[in-house]
């Protein structure tokens, strides 16, 4: 069937956006779902900084390439041996798909899989076939997604259903900022009620690991962002406290808030800068993680004794540490008795027409959760 999609042929065009239009709307090729596959109609799929990593060649990809991960939609079609989805059917796409027999799936950590890991690389799908095309030439898949076009085929286990009734814009905030940021702080930090949590970087991510501190019934949590704006979004939010992270003494005054320092501090912002503000705010005997993708070539110099001395954990946390089937119904149910507000985060709606401009909004930090809107 012939889609519209946006389709990246170059990284490392130079901003803005809008002029140098990296991402061209292009009528491409989509071939029907194989065994164990799903084409989806899509209906909402947002803008997130993983995208705007490969746009702007911080996280190289083949190319060209359909980008878009984020993203919910209506089953239309099942591929052979799909039996528990079915045509109308509303799902949440997962970008790293869980192949259910390496040996991290056997072991609980889906977002590790070995296979998802190898086919995300090479641009194909788990099963390493690729169902995008034009005239003859091969589209690469983004991460087993594609979201941005109207339609996609998708591996079974890039899919959760969603029971009920919800808006496809908030289903699908669900597939990558809510299972990243509140995985982050609830799977991998661990956050305890009565703990004491920072979150450095407030984008979208950021913001949802905030409110998964929140939730987690942590008696204080400090955003810290550089945006003033971004700082008065998370106290409105429920943020304790708030330090502009571009200040002299930002450390010292977290360090004062906190007596000392967090007990789990979270880094979301992909920097080495915002990485070593999270690990010096971290108390003696605490835990920092980063949720962050920096440039593969950005290293951060670890303190080794203090490392030792000081007990310290440093933990990564990719797609939050979840397990999608387990845990995006779980966070779903949250939101649908208002403790997780994350519709909140949501900041436009636009059509797929505007995404060159949209990126620079997001490059520019002052945005949280752009959204394409398919009007099928």
Same mark, same amino acid.
């Given at each position: 069937m012939k889609i519209k999609a946006a389709v990246?042929?170059?990284?490392?065009?130079?901003?803005p956006y809008a002029e140098s239009r990296p991402l061209s709307i292009e009528e491409v090729e989509l071939d029907p779902p194989g065994p164990?596959?799903?084409?989806?109609?899509? /209906?909402?799929?947002?803008?997130?900084?993983?995208?705007?990593?490969?746009?702007?060649?911080?996280?190289?990809?083949?190319?060209?390439?359909?980008?878009?991960?984020?993203?919910?939609?209506?089953?239309?079609?099942?591929?052979?041996?799909v039996d528990d989805l079915a045509p109308g059917d509303h799902v949440v796409m997962i970008f790293v798909p869980s192949c259910g027999q390496c040996m991290p799936c056997m072991e609980g950590r889906p977002a590790l899989c070995e296979p998802a890991a190898a086919t995300?690389?090479?641009?194909?799908?788990?099963?390493?076939?690729?169902?995008l095309s034009r005239d003859g030439e091969a589209i690469h898949h983004h991460v087993g997604v594609?979201?941005?076009?109207?339609?996609?085929?998708?591996?079974?286990?890039?899919?959760?259903?969603?029971?009920? /009734?919800?808006?496809?814009?908030?289903?699908?905030?669900?597939?990558?900022?809510?299972?990243?940021?509140?995985?982050?702080?609830?799977?991998?930090? @661990?956050?305890r009620a009565g703990s004491t949590v920072a979150i450095v970087g407030l984008g979208g991510v950021g913001l949802n690991a905030m409110l998964g501190a929140i939730v987690s019934g942590a008696r204080q949590v400090v955003a810290i962002d550089m945006l003033d704006e971004k700082? @008065?979004?998370?106290?409105?939010?429920?943020?304790?406290?708030?330090?502009?992270?571009?200040?002299?003494?930002?450390?010292?005054?977290? /360090?004062?808030?906190?007596?000392?320092?967090? @007990?789990?501090?979270?880094?979301?912002?992909?920097?080495? /800068?915002?990485?070593?503000?999270?690990?010096?705010v971290t108390r003696r005997g605490g835990t920092t993680v980063t949720a962050?993708?920096?440039?593969?070539?950005?290293?951060w110099p670890l303190q080794h004794v203090n490392l030792v001395a000081e007990e310290r954990t440093v933990k990564g946390s990719y797609i939050g540490s979840c397990v999608p089937g387990r845990d995006l119904p779980r966070y779903i149910d949250l939101y649908r008795r208002g403790r997780l507000p994350v519709d909140r985060l949501m900041s436009d709606r636009i059509r797929l027409d505007d995404i060159n401009a949209a990126f620079d909004r997001l490059a520019s930090?002052?945005?949280?959760?752009?959204?394409?809107?398919f009007d099928h």
């Open positions: 990246l042929r170059q990284m490392g065009a130079v901003a164990g596959e799903v084409l989806v109609q899509v /209906k909402a799929a947002s803008l997130c900084h993983s995208d705007l990593s490969v746009v702007n060649g911080d996280r190289p990809r083949p190319l060209p390439m359909v980008l878009g991960h984020e993203a919910s939609g209506i089953v239309a079609e099942c591929g052979p041996g995300n690389g090479a641009g194909t799908l788990l099963s390493g076939d690729r169902r594609s979201a941005f076009a109207e339609y996609t085929v998708v591996s079974r286990r890039s899919l959760v259903k969603v029971e009920g /009734k919800l808006d496809h814009a908030e289903a699908a905030l669900f597939g990558c900022g809510v299972l990243t940021g509140v995985g982050a702080v609830v799977n991998t930090g @661990d956050v700082l @008065d979004l998370a106290r409105q939010l429920g943020a304790t406290d708030t330090v502009n992270a571009g200040a002299a003494d930002a450390i010292e005054q977290v /360090k004062a808030l906190t007596a000392g320092g967090v @007990d789990v501090a979270v880094e979301t912002a992909g920097s080495v /800068k915002a990485m070593e503000l999270a690990y010096r962050g993708l920096p440039n593969p070539a950005h290293l930090g002052r945005t949280v959760r752009q959204m394409v809107i």
